[in-house]
Every structure is written in structure tokens, then in C-alpha cells.
């Protein structure tokens, strides 16, 4: 049991758990996936000091800052800190958002597609930006600020269709 | 009179669309105008001006004057001129009192002129003043353009779209078609915009065109946001190459405001695009190859050309003279000329407001008698007429006299008359000037008014055009609905994960900066009251600020931000804290509990957390200690748990002890709750036996659930301020604000001035040198009446204090509340008097905590 | 404003990504007078020209660094992370 047990909803049973997105995302279209219960890791201190395990996705933000996308963030951040580094388990804090379409990213936010991943503004907030091929993308931003993001995806979706 | 089918026409006469103006059933084709059907069924008034309700027809036909703006389909100040004809429009005349072709409000035309000189109000209407606000409505009827209906029910989506572009090319004419094809040669990326039709049909390759797109000006950073009607795509450019090309100008002469005064380019539409006879019998007077190009025109299309006239040939008298608002003859060289149509020209003017925006300079240009844009910026170009390449020297009269109104600006029915005027009254430069007589402050914005009217200026005060200058070019180039720049409402609001509980239960929520929460679950917030007494109550406090700060120098850090002193909090404990700007005041509060060694947990206010997160980090960047501050705010939901039964319930759901003397006031321990691992805190800002729970924000509405199980009713915002306050605890920013200091706010046991230093330490030593100027401290009203926030405290008929917080609290029995007083009216007992709807009611000072001031019940 | 600010890690970045956090000022090292001290807290250079403030990539990398910007024209002439300034 470590102080930051406290953090991790892997610490907590399943059953216990509930998306940020749930009810916004009740009856998305296809193409709109819920990722807010997929692990991430907060990162900090020397990034070239990160191993990697196979499925893992590290987007780097500064040299000394990064966001680990793992399935096992416990083991991740036993890893990490073993390495030296601090590890956070930021799996509740950040919803995420799987989505289609690069004129749908470019109502979004202003990063270029050809620039990602990175983070910076989306939808008037803060975002985490990753293209996974084509026009495919994923979004990760505030749990707190998840309904909001949902809504604005879905009305801006909506927008498309009807044009 | 419609052509017969010409090549290049934009019309498809296979199609007919009918439409109405005012009752009247009409018809046009598809690919006409609104403008150019009305103008192909006879209609030559298209509108009454703006002051003095003079008839006015086509003139530019591309969108630049005010002559032809109509309502359609409910949306006032429409350029019918180019908006394309649909099936099914409704069109209605503006700023007419009866009809278009006799506004009674031409009375105004012809009686008012004594009575409406430039700057009237100032004269007529000054006095007496208060009469102002009903001159001010008769001025609004009387004048002006369409008027907005508040009953039209009207619904458009616009949307916001970010692009991005190596090469931008604004303006899609001949030098921009060129720029976009040459720029694409070099790669992709090469987009070229024009705010008309004529791209449509084009194909550049290796160019994306959009047509009917209008760029509306050029902001910093080449931004250039291009409206598209229902779509607003915000262009960043690498490079912005302008060629917007140059804009025709009007001669001023007696009758130069006459329907059937057109600019060449206006009978060119008319003839060739739309296949219309622009009149019957024409004058062309022309300062200009270009204008005189126009007698061509005409007579291909079988108007009949009697007089041309070459300005550069030297100058000459000019008058235009009409019946019914409508030229019928023309006076010029001596000579009368019958006619129904005068083409004039007074040379072209590089559209250069997209450059001036961007930061050229621009200058007037003594061998032609334009202004040009010169020294552009770097990642800025321009080709084209823009520049000034291939305009012709001007050599029209500023104005030519004669008898009747010779306007400088048809928007604002601005005559040489009122610019005379104004330059005798002392104003005496153009930016004055120009605010004095409202010249190009209309809807054409100074397209075509801003050259004539300094030329006109330089005449009569007799001075070079190149010493008045400009005025300033602004955007937008062109009107842009207000909805189009809005986009889509997006207003980023925060919900807890326990968000839907409270909607559920019914609760009424409020803003509380930027997250969203419950004020209270019914209509008396005091049963919640009683309940956090009585029984049990659960509040979610999940909007809490939390910072975890780690490292080997965590510790140094807090130290030094801090006035407390943290160094010997022992893992396990908690401790309140306040945090001071480096002027000594409050900024914000919390508590600090210390986990491990070198790991801390921060809680700040809720409206204060990303302050404090800024606050934490910048420091550090300035310090360099080595520590990390991460915010969990959001990775972490919590839960006040409160009232004498807290420990029974939370016993029920765990399995850790408890009892008072394993789990003490101010401890932190990590605990399993219903299968949730928890930090819990014991604090006590609500003054009962509670338990503060920390846990992973993904089990909120789980833990939530099981804690109402158990017995916990839910308490909002609303029942925790009068709890909190019935304990005397202060609220940050509610009875504190950006320069109460700690030592008057009671708190002056909080910093340990023993401290090297920490933000705020300089301020703190020598304010306790000084006299305090006022106290924060408790009162109790003497009668059962809750006063507002900031009533004034009277102290010998001066108000020398405040109330920052009173509520009716059934638990004391009175209305208590927390108020700032002068020092000598401080002391505990002592009465004062608070000023209540122009009453003044007695209370007592009170110190300490209203309810349970040993704080055994919190500490049980 | 929309000025492009080039994030010393993410690069040319629209201005509104980021927080403000002022000009440098150099905060007085122990027992200043009350002057210093107003000075510090209240006053300002405020020059029309080269400033060097605090800038933070709040909506991206979160980096705090500092940036020489000329106040009449946005033009952004550097911009560099900060060395810890601590006494000792």
C-alpha cells in the first residue's frame, strides 16, 4: 500500500468505477469512443530514463515532463519510480475522447494535424492531441471538463452532418 | 430591359425564381441578383438615404455603397445588389415612411436642411437637455437604416473552422490568380479567397479556391479570419499575398446622389453579366481610360451614348439634373444633355485596408493622387492594383459647384456644404473632421468617400493631400453577422463526477466559479443544517484545489511559500494553511497534510486552485528547489462527511479503527471505504465530527450512493456557509478581499516570523509595526433581520466599516456575521450599528465561534 | 491579440495558450524598507519597447519560461527557460 494508493481507480474494485462521459456519450454516433478509463501516467524527470513495455505510448510534453498511455499503470509506475523518475496515476483525472475526421479536428482546435501529438488548446481548454492514423484521432483533457469536451464534439459533429 | 442571350451572361434563363418585393409578386432568373431582378422588372429607387430620405438607385452593383440595401426575408441592411435571388424571397424597402417611391419622410429633404447642418444635435437638439432622450427617439425613427425585428423568430448555425496555409492569395482578379499559381509551383498549401462569384468555374491547379469568401482583415500573427457565411475559417498564413485590387470612385457634383448615377462598373454588371439595358440614353464623364471603356460597353448593348466626356482633357462644369429623384439632364461644358443614365468615374483607388491592418504605411501618392500602401511587413505582399500599378493620375475637380446638394458621402448624406462648414468651425484635422461630419464612418466604410472627401479637404483648406494622411482603416472590410463571429456557444464548464447526483436529487445548482454545484437540495437549506447537527450530512467537495508536491526539497518549498511552518508536521498530521502575496495579503487557504517525508498533499478553495497551481509553480521556477508539483484537482473526487454520527457510519463501511484515540482531530490516513481506497482527513470547517474522504474521482457517484445508504442526507453550499460561519470561520474572498492582511483578519498566530523568509514575511514585519485600520471579527444582530453583504458599519454617523457575511442560524438562535470594524470597536461586547435599508440596527461584536466555541464537538 | 508565442518546447503557439504572469522584477533579498518593498509589490517599469516577463504554456507543455517581447509591436525577440535565482 504506498501514500498514493489514493489516486488509483485500479486500487478500487470495477465495479466502483464510472466514466465522466458516460452520460454525455449515451447514444454517440460510431466513431466517438469513450477512452476515460484507460490508463495514463504523469511523468516526471529525466524522459530518456523511460522503458517502454510493448503497447505503451509515451507523448513527451517538455524533456522533463511526459504522459505514459499504458494498460497497467501500477506496474508502470512501480517501473518508473524504480528508474528514478515520479510517476503519478492520472487515469481518473483525464477523460478521453476517440474521434474521426480532420475537418471535425479543425473546428476543434487550432494544432496543426501534422504536428501531433502535443498538447494545447481544445475546444476553448486544454487538451492532450494524438493522431493515430489518417483521420483518426484522440483527445485527452480534464475529467472535470469531460461532459463539456463530449457535448462540444457532438454538436460540432452534428454541424457536419447537417452541411 | 432584358438582352438578348449573350455569352459570359451569369444568368440561366431556363430557371425562373419568383419572389416578392412589399406585395408585389415578381420574377427573375437563377444567377440574378436580388438587385438585378428588381432592376430587370423596372424598379430603378432602391432606397431613401439616411438623413435626408433622398431616393437612391444602383450605383457600384458590387457591394461597396448603400443604395441598394433592402430587408430580405427579415434580415435588415441586405446588399441586394449581389445577393444572390432565391426562390421565395421576400424583400422590403428600409428607412421609408410609406413607400419607396414616396417616403413621407422626404420632407426632411426638402424643409429640414436649415435645421440638420452637420453636427445638428449639438445645435438643434442641445437644449433644454433633458428633452435629449425624445429628440433621440424622433432621430431614431426618422433615420437611419433597416431595423431589426424583435419578433422575427431567426435561427442560423455558424461553425468556426481552423485552417492553415503556406500562401494565402486575397483577392481572386487577374494579379491574384496569377500570385496563387505561381505561389503553388513552389508546393501545396497555396489557398486563394475572393469575396465574390467570379471564382466559381475557375480551376487553378494545385490552388484551393473559395469563392464567396470574404477576408475580413488581417490580425496579428497573419491571422486572417475568411467569412463564409455560415462557416468562419480562421486562416493562419506563412505569407499573405494581397490583391483586392482598387475601388472605383464617384465624381462629387450638384445631382451626383440621383438614381440612374452609376460607376462604370456598375452598368458593366448590368450589361454583361446580368444582360440588363442599364438606361436608354447615357453621358459618360470619365477621369479615366478605364471609365471611358464604359461607352463601349453601353453602346453594345444598345444604349445610345450622345455626349463622352475626357476629364483629362481639362476640367469642366458638371450638373446633374432629375425629376423624381431620377436623372433625366445632364449639364456639362456648357452643354445640356437629355439623358436617364450617367456613367462618371473619378479614377480607382487601391483597396488597401487588409495592408494597413497589417502594418503598411500608407502615403499619398502625388503622380497619381491615391493613397498607396507602402513598407509592408515581413511574411506580407501585394500585387495588383492595390499597389497603385496601372492607375491612371486623377484629374478630376475635388468637388464642382453649382446649385442643388453635391454629396462627398452618400451613406451619411455628407455634403461639400457640411465638410466646408466643419472646417470653419475649427475642425481642423481629417480624424476630427471626419468624427464631426460622420464621412466614411457609413456602410461603405470610406470605399468610396474617403479619397473624394480628402481631396475636397485639401481644396478647401488648401493644403497637399499627403499632409492630412488617412484615416484609420479597421476591419471588418465587409459587414459580418455577429453570429459568425460568435461560432458556437462554448462556455467550458466544470462538473464533479458526482455532477448527476445533485441534478438527480434536484438540486438547485449555481455557478461557483468555474464548476457547477449545488446550492441546496430543496427549499429550506435549513433541514440540511439541522441534519449536519442532528444527525449526518455529506457534502461534495470535490471541487477542492489538491496539489501533491514532491521531493527531496518539498519541504523547503512549502516552508517558503508559507507563513506556517511545516518542517515538523509529522506524516499523518494536517495542518491549516494560508497563503500570502509578497504585499502581505491573503491569497488563499487550505490544508497541507504530510504524507510520506518528502511527499505532501496541498488542498486550496475551490475558485482558487488554478491560482494557487500558477502561484506553486512559478515560484519554483524562480527558486529551482527540487520538487515536483503536480495538480490532482481533477484525479480526485471528495466528500465531507459530517455530523455526531460520522464515525458509526463510516464504521459500517470500513475496516480501519476509527476511534477517537487511532484516528484524532488533524490526522491523515489512508482507508479502505466500501472497497475505495480513501485518504481521509479529519477537519472541521463545518464544526461537527467529520471525515474529509479523497479518493480516485471514477468512484464518485459510487461512494456517494453508499454514504447516503448509510444514512448521510446531502448538503449544498448554501447550508455549509451558515455552518461554517456559526464556527467563525473565514471564508477567502468572501470576507476577506486582494488587501486584507493576515494580522487584522485574526489570524496573526498563523505566521512564524522566526522564518528566514517566506513570500509575504516583509510585508507581515512591517505591517505589525504599524496601527491597524480595521479588524475582521464576529457580530450579533440584535434584531432578527439579516443585513446584505457589504452594509455599511456606522460608527458616530460616518460608515467606517463592512458586513461580509450574515445568516439566520437556528441553531444560536440570532443572525450572525462576520464584519470588518475599526479597531476601537472591536473588542467583544461592544455594540455597534449596521445600516439596514436606511435603518441602522444594533449588534454585538462576538468573538470566536457562535456554536460550540470549545470546538469539542469537531474534535470529539 | 493573436499574436504567435514561440514555446520554447512546442513551438510557435497562439498567444491565448498561454498565462501571463508579468514582467521580471527582482525581489528584494531580507529586511527591505517599506519604499522596496512598495516598489516591488505595486510598481512597474512598464516600458514601450523590449520587456522580459513570465510566460506559461498553460493550455500545453505547462512549461513556465520567460520571453523578451517588444510591447509596441508583439514581436517576440526571445525566449528562454529560467535558471533558479537562489540566494546561496
Same mark, same amino acid.
Given at each position: ?163 | ?860 | ?20 504572469? #508579468? $514582467? ?8 527591505? =524598507?517599506?519604499?522596496? *518593498? ?23 507543455? #505547462? $512549461? ?8 509596441? =509591436?508583439?514581436?517576440? *525577440? ?11
Amino acid at each position: 500500500m504506498s501514500a498514493l494508493d489514493f489516486l488509483s481507480p485500479s486500487r478500487s474494485a470495477p465495479e466502483t468505477l464510472a466514466s465522466p462521459l458516460a452520460r454525455a456519450l449515451a447514444g454517440a454516433p460510431e466513431g466517438v469512443r469513450d477512452l476515460s478509463l484507460d490508463g495514463k501516467v504523469e511523468v516526471r524527470g529525466d524522459l530518456g530514463r523511460v522503458e517502454l513495455e510493448a503497447g505503451d505510448e509515451l507523448v513527451r510534453l517538455t524533456p522533463g515532463r511526459g504522459l505514459l498511455l499504458t494498460e497497467n499503470t501500477l506496474e508502470a509506475i512501480d517501473g518508473l519510480r524504480e528508474n528514478g523518475l515520479l510517476a503519478y496515476d492520472m487515469t481518473g483525472a483525464l477523460a478521453g475522447l476517440a474521434f474521426e475526421g480532420e475537418t471535425l479536428l479543425r473546428r476543434l482546435t487550432d494544432l496543426d494535424p501534422g504536428a501531433l501529438p502535443t498538447a494545447g488548446g481544445f475546444a476553448r481548454v486544454s487538451a492532450v492531441v494524438v493522431r493515430d492514423d489518417g483521420a483518426r484521432f484522440r483527445a485527452y483533457f480534464a475529467q472535470e471538463l469531460g461532459h463539456y469536451v463530449a457535448e462540444v464534439v457532438l454538436d460540432l459533429l452534428a454541424g457536419l452532418d447537417n452541411a | 430591359m432584358r438582352l438578348p442571350p449573350q455569352p459570359g451572361e451569369l444568368i440561366d434563363r431556363s430557371e425562373t425564381l419568383r419572389f416578392r418585393l412589399g406585395e408585389s409578386e415578381l420574377e427573375g432568373f437563377r444567377g440574378d441578383t436580388i438587385g438585378s431582378a428588381l432592376f430587370a422588372n423596372g424598379r430603378r429607387v432602391f432606397s431613401r438615404s439616411f438623413k435626408y430620405h433622398r431616393p437612391r438607385g444602383l450605383l457600384c452593383c458590387s457591394g461597396h455603397c448603400p443604395n441598394c440595401m433592402m430587408t430580405v426575408d427579415g434580415v435588415p441592411n441586405v446588399r441586394v445588389c449581389v445577393e444572390p435571388l432565391r426562390e421565395g424571397a421576400v424583400v422590403t424597402p428600409q428607412n421609408v415612411v410609406g413607400r419607396l417611391d414616396m417616403d413621407f419622410l422626404s420632407v426632411v429633404d426638402k424643409v429640414g436642411g436649415p435645421f440638420t447642418p452637420v453636427g445638428f444635435y449639438y445645435r438643434t437638439m442641445i437644449r433644454p437637455r433633458r428633452m435629449w432622450p425624445l429628440y433621440e427617439r424622433f432621430l431614431r425613427g426618422v433615420a437611419g437604416l433597416g431595423r431589426l425585428d424583435p419578433h422575427a423568430g431567426h435561427s442560423r448555425r455558424y461553425d468556426v473552422e481552423h485552417r492553415h496555409a503556406r500562401v494565402l492569395v486575397v483577392g481572386g482578379g487577374q494579379a491574384g490568380r496569377a500570385a496563387a499559381l505561381a505561389a503553388a509551383t513552389a508546393g501545396p498549401g497555396v489557398v486563394l479567397v475572393d469575396e465574390g462569384s467570379r471564382l466559381c468555374g475557375h480551376d487553378l491547379p494545385g490552388v484551393e479556391e473559395l469563392a464567396l469568401a470574404t477576408a475580413l482583415g488581417i490580425w496579428e500573427g497573419n491571422l486572417v479570419p475568411v467569412d463564409c457565411g455560415t462557416v468562419l475559417y480562421r486562416y493562419r498564413a506563412e505569407r499573405i499575398v494581397v490583391a483586392t485590387g482598387a475601388v472605383e470612385q464617384p465624381l462629387v457634383f450638384p445631382g451626383n446622389d440621383l438614381a440612374g448615377v452609376m460607376l462604370p462598373e456598375g452598368a458593366r454588371r448590368l450589361a454583361r453579366d446580368f444582360s440588363l439595358q442599364p438606361g436608354s440614353r447615357a453621358v459618360v464623364v470619365a477621369a479615366d481610360e478605364h471609365g471611358l471603356e464604359s461607352a463601349d460597353v453601353l453602346r453594345e448593348s444598345g444604349v445610345a451614348v450622345p455626349r463622352v466626356v475626357d476629364l483629362r482633357e481639362g476640367g469642366h462644369e458638371l450638373e446633374a439634373h432629375g425629376r423624381r429623384g431620377q436623372v433625366r439632364r445632364v449639364s456639362v461644358g456648357g452643354d445640356s444633355v437629355d439623358c436617364d443614365l450617367l456613367v462618371v468615374s473619378g479614377g480607382l483607388q487601391p483597396a488597401y485596408a487588409l495592408l494597413a491592418e497589417a502594418g503598411a504605411r500608407v502615403e499619398y501618392d502625388e503622380s497619381r493622387g491615391i493613397f498607396v500602401p507602402t513598407e509592408l511587413p515581413d511574411g506580407i505582399e501585394a500585387v495588383g492594383s492595390v499597389t497603385g500599378e496601372g492607375l491612371e493620375r486623377i484629374v478630376a475637380a475635388p468637388a464642382y459647384e453649382g446649385r442643388g446638394k453635391c454629396f462627398v458621402c452618400v451613406c451619411e448624406d455628407v455634403t461639400t456644404k457640411d465638410v466646408k462648414r466643419a472646417i470653419s468651425e475649427g475642425f481642423d484635422s481629417i480624424e476630427l473632421a471626419k468624427r464631426y461630419t460622420t464621412v466614411t464612418m457609413g456602410p461603405c466604410q470610406g470605399k468610396l468617400c474617403q479619397l473624394p472627401s480628402i481631396r475636397l479637404y485639401a481644396k478647401e483648406r488648401q493644403v497637399y493631400e499627403a499632409s492630412i494622411g488617412s484615416t484609420t482603416a479597421r476591419p471588418p472590410w465587409a459587414p459580418v453577422e455577429l453570429g459568425l463571429l460568435a461560432g458556437r456557444h462554448l462556455e467550458p464548464t466544470r462538473r464533479t463526477s458526482i455532477h448527476f447526483r445533485h441534478e438527480e436529487l434536484g438540486a438547485r445548482m449555481m455557478w461557483a466559479g468555474p464548476w457547477k454545484r449545488p446550492y441546496a437540495y430543496g427549499e429550506k437549506p435549513e433541514g440540511e443544517v439541522h441534519a449536519v447537527h442532528d444527525s449526518l450530512g455529506v457534502i461534495d467537495v470535490s471541487t477542492l484545489g489538491k496539489l501533491l508536491v514532491e521531493g527531496p526539497e518539498a519541504a523547503d518549498l512549502l516552508e517558503r511559500l508559507y507563513p506556517n511552518r511545516f518542517a515538523d508536521l509529522k506524516p499523518g498530521r494536517i495542518r491549516y494553511a494560508v497563503l500570502t502575496s509578497d504585499g502581505g495579503r491573503i491569497m488563499d487557504d487550505g490544508t497541507v497534510a504530510r504524507l510520506a517525508d518528502d511527499l505532501y498533499y496541498v488542498t486550496t478553495t475551490s475558485t482558487g486552485a488554478d491560482a494557487v497551481t500558477a502561484w506553486f509553480e512559478w515560484w519554483n521556477a524562480v527558486w529551482g528547489y527540487d520538487a515536483e508539483i503536480v495538480n490532482v484537482t481533477g484525479a480526485l473526487a471528495a466528500l465531507n462527511l459530517a455530523g455526531p454520527l460520522a464515525r458509526e457510519a463510516l464504521q459500517r463501511l470500513t475496516e480501519a479503527d476509527l476511534g477517537p484515540d487511532a484516528f484524532r482531530y488533524l490526522d491523515a490516513k489512508h482507508v479502505d471505504v466500501a472497497g475505495v481506497p480513501c485518504l481521509a482527513l479529519r477537519i472541521g470547517f463545518v464544526g461537527e465530527l467529520g471525515y474529509e474522504l479523497h479518493f480516485p474521482s471514477a468512484a464518485g457517484e459510487y461512494l456517494w450512493d453508499r454514504l447516503v445508504a448509510e444514512g448521510a442526507r446531502p448538503f449544498g453550499l448554501e447550508p455549509q456557509r451558515v455552518l461554517r460561519l456559526e464556527k467563525g470561520h473565514v471564508i477567502v474572498g468572501q470576507d476577506t478581499d486582494s488587501e486584507s492582511n493576515l494580522l487584522s483578519s485574526g489570524m496573526s498566530w498563523l505566521p512564524k516570523m522566526d522564518k528566514d523568509d517566506f513570500v509575504g514575511k516583509f510585508a507581515l514585519e512591517h505591517f505589525a509595526e504599524r496601527e491597524e485600520r480595521e479588524r475582521l471579527v464576529g457580530f450579533t444582530m440584535e434584531e432578527n433581520v439579516v443585513p446584505p453583504e457589504g452594509a455599511q458599519i456606522v460608527v458616530d454617523g460616518w460608515p467606517s466599516g463592512r458586513v461580509t457575511s450574515a445568516r439566520r442560524s437556528e441553531q444560536v438562535g440570532a443572525v450572525i456575521g462576520l464584519a470588518w470594524l475599526p479597531p476601537d470597536r472591536a473588542e467583544a461586547g461592544t455594540r455597534v450599528e449596521i445600516r439596514v435599508d436606511r435603518r441602522l440596527l444594533g449588534a454585538r461584536v462576538t468573538h470566536g465561534s457562535f456554536y460550540d466555541p470549545a470546538g469539542e464537538r469537531m474534535r470529539a | 491579440m493573436s499574436f504567435l508565442l514561440p514555446c520554447p518546447h512546442c513551438g510557435p503557439r497562439p498567444v491565448d495558450e498561454f498565462a501571463y504572469f #508579468g $514582467e521580471v522584477t527582482r525581489r528584494p533579498k531580507a529586511s527591505p =524598507t517599506l519604499r522596496e *518593498l512598495t516598489d516591488y509589490v505595486y510598481f512597474r517599469d512598464n516600458v514601450a519597447g523590449p520587456q522580459r516577463e513570465w510566460w506559461q504554456h498553460r493550455d500545453g507543455c #505547462g $512549461e513556465w519560461f520567460l520571453a523578451e517581447r517588444d510591447t509596441r =509591436t508583439n514581436d517576440v *525577440l526571445s525566449v528562454s527557460l529560467p535558471g533558479p535565482s537562489r540566494p546561496e
